[in-house]
Nanobody, 114 residues
Framework: QVQLVESGGGLVQAGGSLRLSCAAS????????MAWYRQAPGKQREVVAA???????NYADSVKGRFTISRDNAKNTLYLQMNSLKPEDTAVYYC????????WGQGTQVTVSS
């Protein structure tokens, strides 16, 4: 079972940047699919960015051009670089992975002040 630990959340002003990290307990080169989700208060969890094992990426329309998903196989870590942050980006961000089973991290809070 893959274990995922997120870090890098925090409080930032609108227009600022944050980089989230997701450390995996296994080699991420063995993981078929990884993604970042977020859940704002009172809203459903939504996918923000996804990265397939072949390297293809997909982004939610709301973050295209501002967020970048990437991975470092040597560090077994998935990243989400978030630039030009907006108050509506405020949410708990979760790392997600599918290997033999789906796994979720515990989440990290991102708060963007206006």
């Amino acid at each position: 079972q893959v274990q995922l630990v997120e870090s890098g959340g925090g409080l930032v002003q609108a227009g600022g940047s944050l980089r989230l990290s997701c450390a995996a307990s296994v080699s991420i080169s063995s993981i078929n699919f990884m993604a970042w989700y977020r859940q704002a208060p009172g809203k459903q969890r939504e996918v923000v960015a996804a990265l397939a094992s072949g390297g293809s990426t997909n982004y939610a329309d709301s973050v295209k051009g501002r967020f970048t998903i990437s991975r470092d196989n040597a560090k077994n870590t998935l990243y989400l670089q978030m630039n030009s942050l907006k108050p509506e980006d405020t949410a708990v961000y979760y790392c997600y992975a599918i290997r033999n089973y789906a796994a979720w991290g515990q989440g990290t809070q991102v708060t963007v002040s206006s």
